[in-house]
């Protein structure tokens, strides 16, 4: 075979493997508990939106999904990772937020027959961006994006913190309001295992957008804090131990309020404060940390300006 026909050959094959779809593989967490952790890079057509954690629990009476993707592919995706690891089928899925690759898959298991579970802020907050999101998403995914059909949660529960039963297994879901409005995590007490959906990052910096809050996050990691859970399933990145989502996640929500939202609320001048605290050599080895720490600080100082 000519060298030059062997070259393109293996070109081709490179590409190919380059561009191949990605699935999601379970990492066993604890007894019955499983993670699947995500790319910690962007939403795209070869992930299906999956750059995120999710998770499930395995129980006699079926499967307990820890939210749903961000599209009907990424949704049939996460339930092939599923069936490589039981023959339960999901029954329950929990949605921890209200941002796209939470919740936008779940309508593929709701037509397997599973009971779509959050907190009703969560289930308002997925009501009132589904038009939006399915827009964003249509620049990263395209065609891989058809058949998604939005349908926010159908099982509502009303207060801040509540505690179900499903399949044995207790739950304790506790709103965030950190990244996104509605936010909540999810305690599994009987393993001392946290779904801490995007209160928590590991591995890359936190993402600050114009609807998160410094403020909530703060006190709603330390409130996690408390539970002192052996193992974090967090919103990207590894799963972790509480020491490394404090050390990536904890102490950098602590920067955002105690430095950037007391100069904040001192009356500092914003472009002063900024550059003073441009480099950060606790957070600098995180994925993203040049392109997100100045405007994660900008919208902070917002804030804490706008509500002292």
Known sequence: MPQRLVFFLFACFTSLAAFADYQPRAEHVVANVYALVGPLGQRSDENDGLNANFGFVVTPQGTILIDSGASRLGAEKIAAAVRAVTGQPVRWVVNTGGQDHRWLGNDFFASQGA???????????????????????RRFLGERLRG???LPAT??????????????????LAYTDAHYPGDARVWLPKHGVVFSGDLIYVDRLLGVLPGSSARNGQKAFHALEALSPARIVPGHGRVCDLAQAK???????????????????????????????????AFRHLQNYDTL??????????????AP
């Open 115 to 137: 009971e779509i579970i959050a907190l009703s802020r969560t289930a308002a907050t997925q009501e009132k961006n589904a038009e939006q999101q399915l827009e964003g998403l």
């Open 148 to 150: 998604t059909q939005p």
């Open 155 to 172: 099982t509502r529960l009303a207060g801040d913190a509540v505690t179900l039963e499903r399949g044995g297994e207790v739950l304790n």
């Open 247 to 281: 050390r990536e996640s904890g102490d950098y929500y602590d920067f955002l309020v105690n430095r950037i939202g007391a100069a904040a609320k001192d009356m500092e001048s914003m472009s002063e404060v900024l550059a003073r605290h441009a480099g950060l050599p």
């Open 293 to 306: 720490h100045r405007g994660n600080m900008n919208r902070a100082f917002l804030e804490f300006e706008s």
